[in-house]
């Protein structure tokens, strides 16, 4: 069965950085896309970005473009998010992802992760 393993979460101050990683296993090849989203207290989950296993294409959401970045290993089934200029909008748990479709929905994934904490302090 696949699985998708998150860390990196943590406590930062508002202006830090973070780096997620994502260990996948199971039957993930690296043609799949892969990509991150959050939940945030009371809200819906959302598309943070994701990443093409062929073309290396990206997606980011308006609200992190030229503050996160996704890129992936595929030798090491790796899928990582680094998340600068952090604000505290950016509190939640962030759940590693592969998606059917490109760009990504949260209604078109196929596999979760279990989800890591962020917390983003003023």
């Known amino acids: 069965q696949v699985q998708l393993v998150e860390s990196g979460g943590g406590l930062v101050q508002a202006g830090g950085s973070l780096r997620l990683s994502c260990a996948a296993s199971?039957?993930?090849?690296?043609?799949?896309?892969m990509g991150w989203f959050r939940q945030a207290p009371g809200k819906e989950r959302e598309v943070v970005a994701a990443?093409?296993?062929?073309?290396?294409?990206?997606y980011y959401a308006d609200s992190v473009k030229g503050r996160f970045t996704i890129f992936r290993d595929n030798a090491k089934n790796t899928v990582y998010l680094q998340m600068n200029s952090l604000k505290p909008e950016d509190t939640a748990i962030y759940f590693c992802?592969?998606?059917?479709?490109?760009?990504?929905?949260?209604?078109?994934?196929?596999?979760w992760g279990q989800g890591t904490q962020v917390t983003v302090s003023s």
């Open positions: 992802a592969a998606p059917s479709s490109f760009p990504p929905r949260v209604s078109r994934v196929n596999y």
């Open positions: 199971g039957r993930i090849f690296s043609g799949y896309i």
């Open positions: 990443i093409t296993g062929n073309s290396g294409a990206t």
